[in-house]
């Protein structure tokens, strides 16, 4: 069975920083590009960026590029979404998801949700 | 970028009844359309993949249909599981881009 298991909620302060987890299991972990979604709370969904666990070729997404880091250790199947220094604006929900093995950037597994607050 | 905008933005419903969801996009996308279902608590579902594929698992009251910029997601008949918010996503264009969702709640 496909998962993608995310590590739990985090409370963190302006201008800390945070890396969150997701571990993939039940499939071949380097051959599906896995991206990062966030949603704030009450609000839509924002496709942030993703990674190929293959070779760890990343894209981002313009208004995320340069403040967040995507990478992955393919030793245990796990795709990280870090921050160097938080902003109260990143407080919201972020899910990874696994693309469709015949399609991109159309999502079919989706992990759990980490909430991020960040807040002083 | 893409702008998709969802309609109507509440859809308030019984069970058993038809439910449409419009999704329109702000230049085409072809048909790299998707839409998924989010729960309270709960990650999306993709529910239809490139405007009219159902994925895996998904029941036949869910159908998809349109092309180019005017997209239709149909529940045939609702079932109480199926009060969510729903949401499209276009894939054709960089990068991808979600619409603003529907709510469809029980009348």
């Known amino acids: 069975e496909v998962q993608l298991a995310q590590s739990g909620a985090e409370v963190k302060k302006p201008g800390e920083s945070l890396r969150i987890s997701c571990k993939g299991s039940g499939y071949s972990f380097t051959n599906y590009w896995i991206s990062w979604v966030r949603q704030v709370p009450g609000k839509g969904l924002e496709w942030m960026g993703r990674i190929d666990p293959s070779d760890s070729y990343t894209n981002y997404r313009a208004s995320f590029q340069g403040h967040v880091t995507i990478s992955v250790d393919t030793a245990i199947s796990t795709a990280y979404l870090q921050w160097s220094s938080l902003k109260a604006s990143d407080t919201a929900m972020y899910y990874c998801?696994?693309?469709?093995?015949?399609?991109?950037?159309?999502?079919?597994?989706w992990g759990q949700g980490t909430l991020v607050t960040v807040s002083s | 970028e893409i702008v998709l905008t969802q309609s109507p933005a509440t859809l308030s419903l019984s069970p058993g009844e038809r439910a449409t969801l419009s999704c329109r996009a702000s230049q085409s996308v072809k048909d790299y359309l998707a839409w998924y279902q989010q729960k309270p608590g709960q990650p999306p579902r993709l529910l239809i993949y490139d405007a009219s594929n159902r994925a895996t698992g998904i029941p036949a009251r869910f159908s998809g249909s349109g092309s180019g910029t005017d997209f239709t997601l149909t529940i045939s008949s609702l079932e109480p599981e199926d009060f969510a918010v729903y949401y499209c996503q276009q894939r054709s264009n960089w990068p991808p881009i979600f619409g603003g969702g529907t709510k469809v709640e029980i009348k």
């Open positions: 998801a696994r693309r469709l093995p015949f399609g991109d950037n159309v999502w079919d597994y």
